[in-house]
Nanobody
């Protein structure tokens, strides 16, 4: 019942910037964690960055200092500002959310977006 819609991917030259957005809709009480993962052809999906409902952030080492994750709870949206992009950042970027569907719920679940392509040229 939850849909994650991503946008902002595209083609950019090395050293450039992109801003990804992911908007969640559906049955949501709180999004405990929202984050971004990426997957390049032939490689496993890896964490890029994540942010909790309290604002705590976590970044993969290769992204520290270049990427910034933020969230707007009023819009159920997470953003990923990507600066100083490198060709090795080329991948499909997926939005992820850990969701508590209603107040008092005894469970929560994970959901994924469809992915958005980021291509960084040399």
């Amino acid at each position: 019942q939850v849909q994650l819609v991503e946008s902002g991917g595209g083609l950019v030259q090395a050293g450039g910037s992109l801003r990804l957005s992911c908007a969640a809709s559906g049955t949501i009480f709180v999004i405990n964690v929202m984050g971004w993962y990426r997957q390049a052809p032939g490689k496993q999906r890896e964490l890029v960055a994540a942010i909790t409902s309290g604002g705590s952030t976590n970044y993969a080492d290769s992204m520290k200092g270049r990427f910034t994750i933020s969230r707007d709870d009023a819009k159920n949206t997470v953003y990923l500002q990507m600066n100083s992009l490198k060709p090795e950042d080329t991948a499909v970027y997926y939005c992820n959310a850990d969701i508590t569907p209603y107040r008092g719920s005894s469970y929560r679940y994970r959901d994924w977006g469809q992915g958005t392509q980021v291509t960084v040229s040399s």
